[in-house]
């Protein structure tokens, strides 16, 4: 994991991410369209209506206090028309509150459905990503920042875009209506809020920054949380005594971002204050100057009640439309991290054949090198090996000598630095991936333990045989897992893990012939790896499952890493690595008799059953 920042990244171009606002616009609106047409209709109508009627109300009202002052002045014989209008504004005031019920109602389901469409956008992207895009600490940044805030910005982002359209069409009204008794009063109207409005911008894209700066402070966070409250982690974290200690740890982080958001709050409120006491002096002003142009008769009375109305919402809707348009500059900030996320590069997907020129060739590694992104020490060096179809072959070495990253590139998770890898005869570059890989089973070492049903466990290692039971059977009798299975209280339809209700924690030795059940489910596998399988079993036990295994893979190839050698002894042929090369290989008795690396090995571990 790289090391976490020690200050903010420069911030791209104000005006070009402010412009940016109306491209994530467009884009959040096609992703609400096509979530859901009749909702995003029901929207557009809504909104018109929400933005039209409230200049409708304060025509009205003004048209009251006139028919009032009428009636007054007329003896107060006849108040038809003053009821007539105030059941008109009633009417009114109803389809706006109908219309403002509406949108609630429409944001509400839109924002389950948009949510969910979101998060299945970020995980079907993960799907298509190579394993070391996953072991790249700044994409897991990426990733981090995409889930925790970009998942609920495109609903945002649209929701301020409606607000927007609403408030434009209010202030078009109002305006009107306004500009009857002076233009200079649109011109207050609109000019009063943008002081709080540049502020508030400003300090948007201060908050952002401070979000992408951090993700890996939020990641370790998370990490943290999962750590202490994990069950496969709690019996170290209580048998060390690491819990206050970790505990500590997150309390520090969180501690020293609660300072930066601290700090930032503060100075945004302040600034919000003073630069909001121009707005309202504005509006204060504006009520003198109709307050006295009606006391010297220039205006009637229910002129000014609608003057002062207009000017009040005016300023409510400028305020709110500069807050929109400031949001949305803060949405397009956020929703810039999930497509730049959802626009990570995808390697082409590469080969399309589907079987090799030469199937008695078996496996070929042809001077094959390997490094790692950002390493400076390759893992493997100049690889040459020979493995003929119905033959087993150990690798044997040390931890980090190489022996799993050969297994990675067998199966096409990486793609060779240099040299290239065959099968049958063929360049694995130039296979079909879901042909390959279903030529070949694996179980790694770190393999997964589901908290799924132990029927889906073993049904995993081939996926469109998952929920067929009779498959689940013939596996796991091959895997050895099937005697365990049948005394579990609901047989394979019985829920591992701690997670969810009722769930059943297996042994280590369990989980790994559940783990060699799951290889066994893959009929097409002509190559089988297995990768310290079975770790968590003793000599004997390792001893009786390979030599099982062996006996039902006898027409395939079988890879074993192990560091047993009473196991490793009854493969065909054996591979010795040492810092990412081959440095011997041959039969058991061959290599006893070199006295090299590996007879080394050997005489040391025989010596500690003596």
């Not at 616009?25 to 609400?32: C, G, H, I, T």
């Not at 601290?262 to 204060?284: E, H, N, S, V």
Request: proline share 4%; charged share 20%; hydrophobic share 45%.
């Amino acid at each position: 994991m790289r090391g976490m920042s020690a200050a903010p990244p420069d911030t791209p171009n104000p005006l070009r991410a402010f412009i940016g606002v109306f491209r994530y616009s467009r884009r959040a609106l096609e992703l609400v369209w096509t979530t859901s047409r009749p909702l995003t209709v029901a929207l557009g109508i809504l909104t018109l209506l929400a933005g039209a009627v409230p200049a409708a109300v304060a025509w009205v009202g003004a048209q009251i206090v006139d028919a009032v002052v009428a009636a007054i002045a007329a003896g107060g014989i006849d108040g038809t028309l003053v009821v007539e209008f105030v059941v008109l504004e009633g009417v009114l005031v109803a389809v706006i509150a109908a219309a403002q019920r509406g949108l609630s109602l429409c944001q509400s389901l839109l924002r389950a459905q948009l949510g969910q469409r979101v998060n299945v956008m970020i995980l079907d992207k993960a799907l298509t990503l190579d394993l070391d895009q996953f072991e790249d600490s700044e994409f897991y940044d990426k990733l981090t920042r995409a889930r925790r805030e970009a998942s609920s910005r495109p609903l945002s982002l649209v929701m301020r875009t409606f607000g927007l359209a609403q408030n434009a069409v209010s202030l078009v009204s109002f305006a009107i209506l306004l500009a009857a008794f002076s233009p200079w009063a649109v011109v207050v109207l609109f000019a009063a809020g943008l002081p709080a409005f540049i502020a508030e911008t400003k300090f948007s894209g201060d908050a952002f920054r401070l979000f992408r700066w951090r993700a890996p402070e939020t990641r370790m966070q998370m990490y943290l949380e999962t750590v202490i409250a994990r069950e496969d982690y709690a019996k170290e974290v209580k048998l060390f005594g690491l819990g206050p200690r970790l505990l500590d740890r997150y309390r520090a982080i969180f501690t020293k971002l609660y300072a930066e958001d601290r700090a930032l709050t503060i100075r945004r409120d302040l600034w919000g204050f003073l630069l909001g006491l121009i707005a309202t002096l504005a509006l204060y002003g504006a009520y003198a100057w109709i307050a006295l142009t009606a006391v010297a008769g220039a205006i009637t009375l229910g002129a000014m009640t609608m003057y002062l109305m207009l000017f009040r919402q005016g300023q409510s809707a400028v305020s709110a439309s500069l807050s929109a348009v400031g949001g949305m500059y803060e949405d397009n900030l956020y929703l810039s991290t999930l497509y730049e996320y959802l626009e990570t590069p995808v390697a082409a997907r590469r080969g399309d054949l589907q079987q090799g020129p030469n199937p008695a060739d078996g496996i070929r590694f042809e001077n094959v090198s390997f490094s790692y992104p950002d390493s400076n020490r390759p893992a493997l060096q100049d690889v040459s090996l020979h493995i003929r179809p119905g033959t087993s072959i150990a690798l044997v070495g040390e931890n980090g000598s190489g022996k799993t990253t050969l297994i990675k590139l067998l199966t096409r998770l990486y793609k060779p630095t240099a040299g290239r890898v065959l099968l049958d005869g063929l360049d694995l570059e130039e296979w079909d991936p879901d042909t390959l890989r279903q030529r070949v089973g694996v179980i790694f070492q770190d393999f997964a333990r589901y908290q799924l049903l132990v029927g889906e466990n073993v049904g995993a290692g081939d996926e469109p045989s998952f929920d067929d039971e009779s498959r689940w059977r013939d596996a796991a009798a091959k895997g050895q897992a099937d005697k365990f299975i049948e005394e579990l209280p609901a047989g394979y339809q019985t829920q591992l893990g701690k997670w969810f209700k009722d769930g059943r924690e297996l042994s280590g030795g369990q989980w790994q012939k559940i783990a060699l059940s799951r290889a066994f489910m893959r009929l097409r596998a002509d190559v089988l790896v297995l990768d310290e399988p079975t770790a968590a079993m003793d000599a004997q036990a390792e001893s009786d499952v390979f030599e099982h295994f062996r006996q039902l893979a006898r027409d395939r190839i079988t890879i074993l890493i192990s560091h047993r050698f009473s196991t490793v002894r009854m493969a065909d042929q054996i591979a010795v690595l040492d810092d990412g090369r081959i440095v011997e290989a041959g039969t058991h008795a061959e290599l006893l008799a070199q006295r090299g690396r590996y007879a080394t090995l050997f005489e040391l571990q025989a010596r500690g059953y003596r």
